[in-house]
């Protein structure tokens, strides 16, 4: 199967072939919300690159724009309400947001894909999982009905789904939560894609199956040397698998570091708040840190840095100048103008 | 650090299973969903129990049963030395004053139609010999500023707050009455990580000023381990271990306990390649057809013939200072088994 | 997850004195009930101005005939039979050589009557019967539902003449009141089972919420229940299917008088106007079809504004 798979052109053609650049970049990208109280911008900004074989975390609460950067990435964002009103999103160095929809249609699926976190709902209730998975090939690539629904059969064993010759022709219902997402996740490495989106994989599913689901990732991504972007909000999730994160708040990105780097020394008030929150063996019986108040109204957000009101490091200059990110060292970046009180720990 | 106060709840040989019926007319019986089979614990006054387990294995029946919102098919709900599940109308009404719910979602637990003074009042109009009519505006606004709220946010609706916010009004609901124990089904994972630490406080905060009980039932391990004194293990409708928490946490002895431990993803990077982890195979088995003998025997690696024979009673085993139903408990620290 | 269309009008963080435990901020605004939310919404929704305008214009007809038109409906001049309109009768003259204007104006106080009335009949029914089918469940519901099945598998025309014709037949002559009395309870027991069915789902759609639940675990009474916590939740889809209703009945209303089983003389209505000058059409259509428009007009307009306010209740909306 996969030398079938290789033999294809890749689809973003042969102008990306060469390009010396990250796999996937993302290069200040600009989404906003057309919303009857007003216009919401839910990405502000977002910059962030992921190379072949890496797994970037994006982190970050419900209306941090972490998913929308995903489904404009994608190319799956509603709009409207959604506009996409700056940035390039450059995918071996030709930027999506300029290709046509047909082409755009290539890349989706065969060059990135995406899971979400309900399988269920992006599963079609009414055709046998077999038949969708079997689907990715006979639409991109023309494979007759039997041969495509071999290819499934074989992808169900992949991504380790017992009996998988049995169950092929069983509708999405007939499976368990966790089985349903390696349904999910078997349609998306099926054209063998170079970028994995998974947004929020594992928030619907038990520790147990997560620990399964995310060990089945890395082991498909050791062997495809797939860039992994995984979007959640759990810091545990992060440390065990990520290379890299992005931590998102409000639209920005706060700070950008190396998985270590980030849980080792924070650069960043809201990324620090969120470490020192975890409960702790050592804290039992005493108060937990919590960061105060509560996160942003994309329809009003604060002025200068959107951290600002709930951020113990706060001065007078946080609330009028929106920080730009500043580099910490390498490629480490924090949007924070006091990043090195913070990393002193020096808490204001 | 475990309270040494009078028993407000116990539980005994609970048990619920929901009939699977076929048939369109005459309806007959072709099977049960064991969601609850044989449940004892106790918990005392000022005491948090922690309920954890996955999806499926009968901790929200659990919490429904204690409730009272679902009759059990056999076994007690004592509180305070009565049984709730013998009691109904009037006396049943007093008896749910001492035992209040605290639900996993601030979106769909607060009726819209209501104003938060409404729905904190609520209690008061239902039992309305707890507070006389005219002071309860001011108990309403008390709670809210218990709990956090602007005391005069009393005649907003609930769609007027945010996640965290709305949880704290689920929180003085179920403060109203003044119970002893409050059942918290999952009450922070519904909410924003940044706003899980402040209810975590503020529930702590609550027990020590009222003197609550708690069970505080959530999948999130380490929030269940910070706030409770006591830990119940559920898999399938029983509790297979039961113990401090740092007995759970430190020294598990269900081979299902340490798999869950060993899953949980630990906030530390650098631990990542030198942690145990037991990942288990497939999925737990249908409530309605539990294996034989012990209900995890199909995922264990430690599964003997006995196990499919004989059913592992909770209860201490050699080497062990807290009851574990398996019949090779043996404490193994999975979460600082880095080496 | 990161949906911002899916952010209420929530607070707002200002002040960074706060502690950790009072994060209590200002939302902005007056506190707003969902109802006074989907009431802000429909005001500036143009469909709903245009048929409420319209319902306006209709209900003070209904009420205010005179205002309209000073000539009285029973006025004839049978020399007039079938003028085409003039100055004089804008609308023309009917085969019986009244004014087709006036009809047409008192007409409207009929149609609203009927259909109004029927349309309240039927929903006390047919909610009250939701109600305790959804509350209830089990047997209540079958029982219910059962019954309910066996008035909807009657064809609706083909029921009301039966009943009419033996309650009011032809060759009786039954007082105003009597005749419209029965027209109404013979609509409200034939269309009962629709409102029935759409209150029990609505009804079934929120009674397993989670504040339902909450408000059993403190002790609330079924009646509490019922009227505090699923009434309110579960009104939105009833009122807009009965301000459908309206329209369809007044539809309704209008064929059974066509077919001379419903209203009749000396009743003025716009079904019986149409049903009179059936026969005339090509040599006198404007006896008939002003009637008509009007009938279609309002009918229109009720339809409409249910509509305006489903949209407007719309939950998914907010």
């Known amino acids: 199967m996969t030398e079938m798979i290789s033999t294809q052109s890749r689809p973003a053609g042969e102008a990306g072939r060469n390009y010396s650049g990250s796999l996937l970049e993302v290069d200040n990208l600009l989404v906003e919300f057309h919303t009857r109280q007003g216009v919401a911008k839910a990405v502000n900004g977002v910059t962030y690159s992921v190379d072949a074989g890496e797994t970037l975390a994006v982190l970050g609460e419900s209306g941090s724009g972490k998913s929308v950067t995903a489904q404009t990435i994608m190319g799956i964002l509603d709009m409207p309400p959604g506009r996409i009103t700056g940035g390039e999103i450059r995918f071996r160095g030709v930027d999506l947001l300029k290709l046509p929809e047909a082409e755009r249609r290539k890349i989706r699926g065969a060059g990135i894909s995406m899971i979400f976190q309900d399988a269920l709902s992006a599963l079609n209730p009414v055709f046998p999982v077999g038949w969708q998975i ?92 797939m860039g992994l972007i995984l979007i959640t909000h759990d810091l545990g999730v992060v440390a065990d698998v990520a290379d890299k994160i992005a931590v998102m708040y409000g ?64 001065r007078d200059n946080c609330v009028t100048d929106v920080p730009p990110l500043y580099e910490v060292d390498g490629s480490r970046r924090s949007a924070c103008h006091y990043w090195r009180e913070v990393l002193d720990g020096t808490a204001g | 650090m475990a309270p040494q106060g009078d028993v407000v709840l116990e539980v005994r040989d609970l048990v619920k299973h929901f009939p699977l019926t076929q048939g369109v007319v005459v309806k007959r019986q072709v099977g049960a969903i064991k969601a609850v089979d044989g449940v004892n614990f106790e918990l005392r006054r000022g005491e948090t129990l922690g309920i954890v387990g996955e999806s499926g294995c009968g901790k929200s029946t659990l919490a429904k049963l204690l409730m009272a919102l679902e009759r059990p098919t056999s076994g007690s709900v004592k509180i305070n ?140 391990l380490s929030v269940v381990r910070h706030i409770s004194d006591r830990v119940a293990v559920m898999y399938l409708g029983k509790i ?63 599964a003997q013939d006995i196990c499919a024979e004989e059913e592992p009673l909770l209860q201490i085993r050699p080497g062990s200072a807290h009851p574990s139903a398996c019949h090779f408990a043996e404490a193994h620290d999975v979460v600082h088994a880095a080496g | 997850m990161s949906d911002p269309t899916a952010l209420q009008p929530g607070p707002v963080t200002t002040d960074a004195q706060a502690t950790t435990e009072s994060q209590a901020t200002a939302p902005v605004g007056k506190p707003s009930s969902l109802w006074s939310d989907a009431w802000h919404e ?62 047409t104006i008192y007409g409207a106080r009929t149609s609203i009557l009927v259909g109004v009335l029927a349309t309240l009949a039927s929903t006390l029914i047919g909610g009250l019967f939701g109600i305790v089918a959804g509350y209830l469940g089990r047997w209540a519901d079958t029982l219910i539902s059962r019954f309910a099945e066996i008035f909807l598998g009657l064809p609706y025309v083909l029921g009301a003449i039966i009943v009419l014709s033996t309650l009011a037949p032809v060759s009786s002559d039954p007082s105003r009141l009597r005749i419209m009395v029965i027209v109404i309870l013979v609509m409200a027991l034939l269309g009962w089972p629709i409102l029935m069915r759409i209150s029990r789902s609505a ?61 009749r003389s000396p009743v003025i209505s716009w079904g019986l106007a149409i049903s009179e000058h059936a026969n005339y059409l090509r040599t006198a259509p404007h006896a008939l079809l002003f009637p008509a428009a009007f009938l279609s007009a309002t009918v229109l307009t009720f339809v409409m504004l249910g509509d305006a306010v489903r949209d407007a209740l719309d939950p998914k909306l907010r």
């Open chain 2, 81 to 220: 030395g009565q049984d709730m599940s013998k009691l109904r109308g009037k006396e049943l009404k007093a008896m749910r004053r001492n035992i209040q719910m605290v639900m996993q979602d601030p979106y769909t637990s607060l009726n819209p139609r209501m104003t938060v003074g409404d729905i904190i009042g609520e209690p008061y109009e239902i039992h309305s010999e707890v507070a006389p009519k005219g002071d309860r505006r001011k108990k309403v606004q008390e709670l809210l500023e218990v709990v956090g709220l602007d005391p005069d946010h009393i005649n907003r609706y609930p769609h007027q707050f945010s996640g965290g916010q709305r949880q704290r009004i689920g929180i003085a609901r179920g403060l109203a009455l003044r119970p002893d124990i409050i059942v918290c089904d999952e009450p922070v994972s519904a909410l924003d990580v940044s706003i899980q630490a402040q209810v975590i406080n503020l529930l702590e905060r609550l027990q020590n000023e009222f003197n609550l009980s708690y069970i505080f039932i959530a999948h999130d």
């Open chain 2, 240 to 302: 297979v271990e039961l113990g401090r928490d740092n007995e759970i946490y430190d020294g598990p002895t269900h081979p299902y306990t340490q798999a869950l431990l060993s899953a949980v993803p630990v906030p530390n990077p650098e631990e990542r390649d030198s942690r145990e982890r037991i990942v288990l195979a497939g999925d737990p088995p249908s409530p309605a057809n539990p294996p034989s003998g012990c209900r995890f025997r199909t995922r264990c690696w430690k």
């Open chain 1, 251 to 314: 639209g920005r990105i706060v700070e950008h570091a190396s998985v270590h780097e980030l849980y080792a020394n924070p650069a960043h008030p809201y990324a620090k708040g969120l470490l020192e929150s975890i409960p702790r063996v050592d804290q039992k019986g005493q108060e937990l840190y919590a960061i105060k108040g509560t996160p942003p109204n994309l329809l009003r957000m604060p002025s200068g840095c959107a951290f600002h009101p709930r951020c113990p490091y706060r």
């Open chain 3, 203 to 263: 009804i079934l759609a929120v009674k397993h919420s989670d504040y339902v639940m909450a408000a059993r675990g403190l002790g609330a009474s079924p009646m509490r229940i019922v009227f505090r916590h699923l009434l309110p939740n579960a009104l939105a889809p009833i009122i807009v299917v009965a301000t459908i209703t309206v329209g369809s009945y007044i539809g309704v209303e209008a064929t059974l008088s066509f077919l001379g089983v419903g209203l």
């Open chain 1, 134 to 225: 079997g689907e990715m090939f006979r639409v991109h690539r023309g494979t007759s009905r039997a041969e495509a629904k071999k290819k499934a059969i074989e992808l169900m064993d992949k991504v380790r789904i017992p009996a998988a010759k049995q169950r092929v022709n069983d509708y999405p219902h007939q499976f368990s939560g966790g089985m349903r997402q390696r349904i999910m996740i078997a349609m998306a490495i099926a054209l063998d894609p170079e970028i994995l989106i998974a947004d929020e994989p594992t928030t619907a599913l038990d520790v147990t199956v997560q620990a399964q689901i995310m060990e089945l990732l890395a082991e498909l991504q050791r062997e495809s040397n």
């Open chain 3, 42 to 103: 429909l005001r500036r929704k143009p469909l709903f101005i245009i048929s409420s305008v319209l319902l306006l214009v209709i209900l003070v007809m209904a009420a205010f005939p005179q205002l309209f038109t000073s000539v009285n409906p029973e006025w004839a001049d049978l020399k007039k039979s079938l003028q085409p309109p003039s100055s004089e009768h804008i609308f023309g003259i009917d085969i019986q050589g009244r004014d087709v204007f006036a009809r």
